[in-house]
């Protein structure tokens, strides 16, 4: 079955980064893009950003660009989310999510990301 | 960029109402459009996809429909374990995606 795990909740200092990892499983990771959203406390669903696992192609929300890099270890079968410059506003719940008919349908568990000095 | 409004963002009913949620797109989407319930310390669920189709194994108490710019999710007897969040999402611009503000259904 397919199954995407995250690294464990981080807590980070006002301008420093944060690299949440996405480990896949149950498919054939290069076949399927990634998607990912962020949640802070008691708010929307936000979408970040997007990569192609298979040929490596990314896509950012307008919101984070700059901040937001997102990568892929096809060897390993993970993704990661890398976003720099850190603020108290960034606090939230991290999530992967493979896509399927087009839109996010399997869901890591949440990488809680606490920014706070 | 895509705005998706939904409304109401909150609502109180009892176990066996009715509860309609509506999402407007500020552009036509075609039925580029999902629908997630989302419970507390939980990843969201995939309700519905592409405006009305429901997902293998979700209840058939939920619906969806519309096209174009507005669309509802339908639940037509509310039971006790649909009491959460539920949040659309546009991808007509995929891989770009957008949420609606969400709708939390509460319990009168």
């Known amino acids: 079955q397919v199954q995407l795990v995250q690294s464990r909740a981080d807590v980070k200092k006002p301008g420093a980064s944060v690299k949440v990892s996405c480990k896949a499983s149950?498919?054939?990771?290069?076949?399927?893009?990634i998607q990912w959203v962020r949640q802070a406390p008691g708010q929307r669903l936000e979408w970040m950003g997007w990569?192609?696992?298979?040929?490596?192609?990314?896509r950012y929300s307008q919101k984070f660009q700059g901040r937001v890099t997102i990568t892929r270890d096809t060897t390993a079968s993970t993704a990661y989310m890398e976003l720099s410059s850190l603020r108290s506003e960034d606090t939230a719940v991290y999530y992967c999510?493979?896509?399927?008919?087009?839109?996010?349908?399997?869901w890591g568990q949440g990488t809680l990301v606490t920014v706070s000095s | 960029d895509i705005q998706m409004t939904q409304s109401p963002s909150s609502l109180s009913a009892s176990v066996g109402d009715r509860v309609t949620i509506t999402c407007r797109a500020s552009q036509g989407i075609r039925d580029d459009l999902a629908w997630y319930q989302q419970k507390p310390g939980k990843a969201p669920k995939r309700l519905i996809y592409a405006a009305s189709n429901l997902e293998s194994g979700v209840p058939s108490r939920f619906s969806g429909s519309g096209s174009g710019t507005e669309f509802t999710l339908t639940i037509s007897s509310l039971q006790p374990e649909d009491f959460a969040t539920y949040y659309c999402l546009q991808h007509n611009t995929y891989p770009l995606l957008t949420f609606g503000g969400g709708t939390k259904v509460e319990i009168k």
């Open positions: 990569i192609n696992a298979g040929n490596g192609n990314t």
């Open positions: 149950g498919y054939t990771f290069s076949n399927y893009a």
């Open positions: 999510a493979r896509v399927y008919s087009g839109v996010p349908y399997y």
